[in-house]
C-alpha cells in the first residue's frame, strides 16, 4: 500500500490506496455506496443530489438504498440531461448479512439467503458488491464463513468505506480483494447530504452504461477516500435528522 497522498481538490485527510496521480481534468469519481430519503435511516432529499455530486466532483452516483430501489430509480428520472450518471443499486438485507446489487431493475426483497440474493441480482444481469464486509461492529455485515463459499459471485470489493469503524478494516477488505484477483470500489455510504462524496474511485473520463463499463472503470482507477470516525458521523446524522425534521414539510 502507497504512503497517503492529499487530493488537491480537498482535505487533507484524505488518501489513496492505490495507483498514480493522474491529470485530474481527464478523470472522473465514481461514488458506489450511497444513501437517500428512501432509505429508513436516511433524509437526503433527491433533489439535492445533483448540486452535491458537481460540487464534490462525482460524476458516477450508485444510489444504494437499504432494501429500496425507487429513489434510485426516481433520480434517475431528475439526472437526465444533467451530466450526472445514476446507477440503480439496493443494500439488500439477506438473512446472512448485507451485500449491495448494482444495474438492478427491480428491488429485491430482504431476508433471502445470501446465495438467494446473489441469484436475484445475476437474474437482472447486475454486479454483487461486497460492502464493509470485514468491519466486526457492522452489524449488518455478511457473516465471514458465508463470504468464503460464496467468494466466487463477489463482482466487486468496497475497500474504502467512509463510515467504516476503523480504517484498519478498509486495509483488510483490499488485501482480501487483491486475494481474490477482485476491482476495488470506494462509498461514501452517505446517510446525509454533507457525507456525499466523501469516498470515490478517481478513473479516467469514459461513459458507464453497463456493468462492463464499470468494471473496466474500477480496473483502471484509484480507490480514494475521507474517512470520518463513527461517533462524529452518528452525531451528525442525529443532528441532520433533527434539522430537516424541523425545515422540511410533512409528507
Not at 35 to 53: K, M, N, W, Y
Not at 240 to 248: G, M, N, Q, V
Request: charged share 20%; with cysteine; aromatic share 6%.
Amino acid at each position: 500500500m502507497q504512503a497517503p497522498r492529499p487530493d488537491p481538490a480537498e482535505a487533507p485527510r484524505e488518501v489513496a490506496q492505490s495507483g498514480a496521480t493522474p491529470t485530474l481534468a481527464e478523470m472522473m469519481r465514481i461514488d458506489l455506496h450511497c444513501h437517500s430519503e428512501a432509505s429508513h435511516d436516511s433524509r437526503t432529499p433527491l433533489s439535492s443530489f445533483v448540486q452535491r455530486c458537481k460540487t464534490r466532483g462525482i460524476s458516477v452516483q450508485a444510489i444504494t438504498d437499504h432494501n429500496q430501489v425507487w429513489g434510485a430509480k426516481k433520480l434517475q428520472e431528475i439526472c437526465q440531461g444533467t451530466g450526472l450518471t445514476v446507477i440503480v443499486g439496493e443494500e439488500i438485507s439477506s438473512s446472512e448479512g448485507e451485500l449491495i446489487g448494482l444495474f438492478l431493475e427491480e428491488k429485491i426483497p430482504a431476508g433471502l439467503s445470501a446465495k438467494e440474493t446473489i441469484a436475484h441480482i445475476k437474474a437482472q444481469g447486475g454486479l454483487v458488491l461486497l460492502p464493509h464486509g470485514f468491519d466486526p461492529l457492522k452489524r449488518w455485515r455478511l457473516r465471514p464463513q458465508v463470504l468464503e463459499h460464496l467468494s466466487s459471485h463477489i463482482d466487486i470489493v468496497e475497500t474504502f468505506n467512509a463510515r467504516i469503524s476503523r480504517p484498519h478494516w478498509n486495509r483488510v477488505a483490499m488485501r482480501w480483494a487483491d486475494q481474490h484477483q477482485l476491482p476495488q470500489s470506494a462509498g461514501s455510504d452517505a446517510h446525509t447530504l454533507a457525507q456525499v462524496g466523501d469516498a470515490w474511485v478517481q478513473t479516467p473520463q469514459r461513459p458507464i452504461n453497463g456493468p462492463e463499463d464499470l468494471l473496466e472503470a474500477l480496473r483502471a482507477g484509484t480507490v480514494m477516500g475521507r474517512w470520518t470516525h463513527p461517533v462524529v458521523a452518528f452525531a451528525y446524522k442525529i443532528w441532520d435528522f433533527a434539522h430537516r425534521a424541523t425545515t422540511l414539510p410533512p409528507t
